[in-house]
């Protein structure tokens, strides 16, 4: 029970990445507190937490919208008084996501739901961890935050490059205050995400990918890492990477 005592806030706990982040880091012996958009969802991510034995919050809230996440920083300061772990995974793609496609307001979709969101929950967040000098953020970025390509969208690829960059200047302004913050940029992990995809992506294929518990187990190791050590950044992606496999058939 690494985790015993700590409180841990996840983003996008749902499902996919953040449900499995949630009963991982429970599973520690943090209380999770839980936030998205459909309290229904995360009424059934709490239900398999207490399930387990573990302690869970529900507290919903659209994530793209600043004050919106500011109130729920609120609530936690005031029931629990502290902050231990923050998982920034709230995240979304769009089908019209090529540029001949992409419009003024599915821009501000993709970039409110990856980019401002993450924004909006470190500056919620720093005040609690600076006041007691310690604190680890986990950020959900992407294989796409690393490498340009065509298969995530400009909007995503660039909202996701800038949560990479936003981790990485925390840990430049912050580490004096004992927080730590890692950028986890997986490829593709077979979430519901994958349902917007332009191109279905069959059950054959989501089964090679990494799948959301991969993840939360990275999550939770990083949570649970000693307060001298900061991960700062992890690509993590599945073996048989599709990307790799594509060029490979071009080459012949």
């Known amino acids: ?25 429970a599973g520690e012996g943090a209380t ?3 936030t998205g958009r459909r309290a229904a969802a995360l009424e059934a991510v709490a239900a398999r937490v207490r399930d ?14 600043a ?12 029931r629990f008084g502290r ?13 019209a996501r090529a540029w001949g496609a992409l419009t003024p307001a599915g821009v501000d979709e993709v970039i409110g ?6 924004f909006y929950c470190v500056t919620a967040a720093l005040p609690m961890m600076r006041a007691q000098r310690d604190g680890v953020m986990i950020h959900t970025a992407s294989f796409a935050g690393r490498f340009v390509g065509l298969l995530s969208g400009p909007a995503y690829t660039a ?19 004992g927080i730590r913050s890692t950028a986890v940029c997986p490829g593709e992990v077979a979430t519901p995400i994958l349902d917007r995809r332009p191109v279905p992506v069959p059950a054959e294929e989501r089964a090679r990918m ?15 890492l000693p307060p001298h050590v900061c991960l700062n950044e992890v690509l993590i992606t599945p073996t048989w990477n599709r990307g790799y496999i594509a060029a490979q058939h071009e080459r012949g």
């Open 1 to 25: 029970m690494r985790l015993d005592g700590k409180i841990c806030w996840i983003t996008g706990a749902g499902s996919g990445i953040g449900e499995a982040a949630a009963l991982a880091l």
């Open 32 to 34: 999770v507190v839980l």
């Open 52 to 65: 387990a034995g573990g302690t869970a919050q529900v507290q919903p809230a659209d994530v793209s919208v």
């Open 67 to 78: 004050e919106a996440v500011q109130a729920v920083a609120a609530g936690i300061e005031r």
């Open 83 to 95: 902050l231990d772990v923050l998982v920034s995974n709230a995240g979304g793609n769009i089908s």
């Open 113 to 118: 739901a990856n980019l401002a969101s993450a």
């Open 159 to 177: 909202a996701k490059h800038g949560v990479v960059a936003m981790s990485h200047s925390i840990n430049q302004a912050e580490c004096a205050n």
């Open 210 to 224: 990494l799948q959301a518990a991969d993840c939360a187990d990275l999550i939770r190791y990083i949570a649970c």
